[in-house]
């Protein structure tokens, strides 16, 4: 699988952005889609993720829940994360990446498969 994320930008606190991530392969619909960020000098951390197939169960980090949503189209093998409310500590590089077999409980970045080259968000106050 091969993950391609776009949409990032440079938006104003408060403001909000759509970010995408298309996917290659005819299997999409099987794994676990997951998004995660990383700011200059931080660890990569787990934004939230979105269950196989129908995409009926999501996860959040706490930082993010209520603000951001994260939905998938198999159709178009792509994923998304709309993202709402953007505050300046949003800022960061963003990444989606997929699982297979793995459950929307797994936020730790080594237990995903693939991953896509990283979208800048940037949230200016």
């Known amino acids: 699988v091969q993950l391609q994320a776009s949409g990032g930008g440079l938006v104003q606190a408060g403001g909000s952005l759509r970010l995408s991530c298309a996917a290659s392969g005819r299997t999409f619909s099987q794994y676990v889609m997951g998004w995660f960020r990383q700011a200059p000098g931080k660890e990569r951390e787990f934004v939230a993720a979105i269950s196989s197939w129908s995409g009926f169960r999501t996860y959040y980090a706490d930082s993010v829940k209520g603000r951001f949503t994260i939905s998938r189209d198999n159709a178009k093998n792509t994923v998304y994360l709309q993202m709402n409310s953007l505050k300046p500590e949003d800022t960061a590089l963003y990444y989606c990446?997929?699982?297979?077999?793995?459950?929307?409980?797994?936020?730790?970045?080594?237990?995903?498969?693939?991953w896509g080259q990283g979208t800048q968000v940037t949230v200016s106050s």
């Open positions: 990446a997929a699982e297979l077999g793995g459950s929307i409980w797994d936020t730790r970045p080594d237990k995903y498969d693939y």
